[in-house]
């Protein structure tokens, strides 16, 4: 049976890099909004970005009836980009730049032969800080030419996150406003609307969490009731002339024990694995990569694509072809399931206790929304 196609980032289009940069011009006048932003934004004269991290508008579409204000908002769509992981995604929002660019290709990085957990930024296991300096590592703007107050954007987002390597990779200096529960959002968020300040950006983690350690259950769906009031939440605090616009970072897909061991066949040729379980990098010996892709594709054909790293950046998964310096953090094959399985890696046991996953270019896990609201009262 033929492999379906990959929903490819829209790099071009309504895609995660675009949307900060649209927001942008149309704050400081100097662009007109796309036609994939809803147009409700073009009345607003600020704005607050909530993104809620996996909430896939393919899991939000059959919900609706759960998520009063959510299904209320004018809507649209983006894709993700690939991989369809959180340290990219996000990333890539932030910068406005294709994982290519911004070099935060995933969620484990090959780094000098070993393999850095970006969203713990650990390195053999301890904090990589200092070791893999956070701006060297995405050495790029983040919100490049948003108007600001006092130097920087304001940043509403989990407490613990505030002193990260990853937080300071993908928000730079902005500034961080920590909530610890999901009612303080909505304070926050009016708080940093008090002094004038024009754009807000707002994280919030719960629905990719629950769906993580349960699945799309019953647990996911009082999970999206509660990350609806806490829309709700923040409509009620907007002031006149303030859109909040919600979107996220990937959708998810169900997973559970489907998890796929990568056998000797394979296993001579690699040298390392980074990635995560829906999107594996496969890195090799010199000159092995057309080999390990043949056997690859005989093994795994059937519920991934397979390809190698000169395949993906011509077909143009990643946006644009990486400096040297990126190009490092590559393997030269990637499995990347279509099939509901992932693949283990047996330095990252802690994965295989992941019910629902993302990082694939399945429709359920590169669709995300985008929603829309102006208060008038």
């Known amino acids: 049976m033929a492999a379906p196609e990959p929903v490819l980032p829209a790099f071009d289009g309504p895609c995660l890099t675009n949307l900060v940069p649209a927001l942008r011009g149309h704050l400081n006048g100097d662009a007109a909004l796309p036609d994939w932003v809803p147009p409700v934004v073009g009345q607003a004269e600020r704005v607050v970005l909530l993104l809620l991290d996996g ?34 995604a996000l990333t890539s929002l932030t910068t406005g730049l294709p994982p290519a660019v911004h070099g935060i290709v995933g969620y484990r990085v090959a780094m000098d032969g070993k393999v850095l ?9 301890e904090d990589a800080r200092r070791r893999v300096v956070p701006a060297r590592f995405q050495p790029f703007e983040v919100f490049p030419g948003m108007p600001v107050v006092d130097g920087g954007v304001p940043v509403v987002s989990r407490a613990e996150y505030a002193t990260t390597g990853f937080t300071a990779a993908h928000l730079g200096r902005s500034i961080l406003h920590g909530w610890y529960t999901p009612a303080e959002v909505s304070v926050e968020i009016a708080r940093s609307l008090q002094d004038g300040t024009r754009f807000v950006y707002a994280y919030y983690d719960g629905i990719d969490r629950v769906a993580h ?16 009031r806490l829309v709700a ?3 009620d605090v907007l002031p006149r002339g303030t859109a909040l616009v919600v979107t996220a970072d990937h959708g998810q897909v169900e997973v559970g024990p489907a998890v796929e061991v990568l056998g000797p066949d394979l296993m001579d040729a690699v040298t390392l694995i980074s990635g995560e379980g829906r999107f594996r990098w ?7 990569a057309d080999d390990l892709a043949a056997a690859a594709r005989a093994r795994y054909g059937d ?36 099939e509901p399985v992932a693949f283990m890696d047996p330095a ?3 994965e295989l206790r992941l019910v629902a996953r993302h990082g694939s270019l399945t429709p359920d896990e590169m669709l995300v929304p985008l929603l829309a609201w102006v208060p008038t009262a």
């Not at 957990?117 to 296991?125: A, C, H, I, K, Q």
């Not at 350690?213 to 609806?228: F, K, V």
């Not at 496969?282 to 092995?288: D, F, Q, V, Y």
């Open 233 to 235: 939440d923040v409509l």
């Open 282 to 288: 496969l890195h090799c010996r010199p000159g092995a």
């Open 117 to 125: 957990n970006v969203l713990g930024w650990r390195l053999d296991g």
């Open 348 to 350: 990252d046991t802690g």
């Open 213 to 228: 350690a349960r699945g799309l259950d019953e647990h996911y769906d009082a999970e999206l009731r509660t990350a609806d």
């Open 55 to 88: 909430l896939g508008h393919r899991q939000l579409g059959p919900r609706s009836a759960l998520v009063p204000t959510l299904a209320s908002g004018e809507a649209s769509m983006l894709t993700s980009v690939a991989p369809s992981t959180t340290a990219a």
């Open 303 to 338: 519920v991934a694509w397979v390809l190698t790293l000169d395949e993906m950046l011509e077909a143009g998964w990643l946006g644009g072809r990486p400096v040297p310096a990126v190009a490092e953090r590559l393997g030269a094959v990637a499995l990347v399931p279509f």
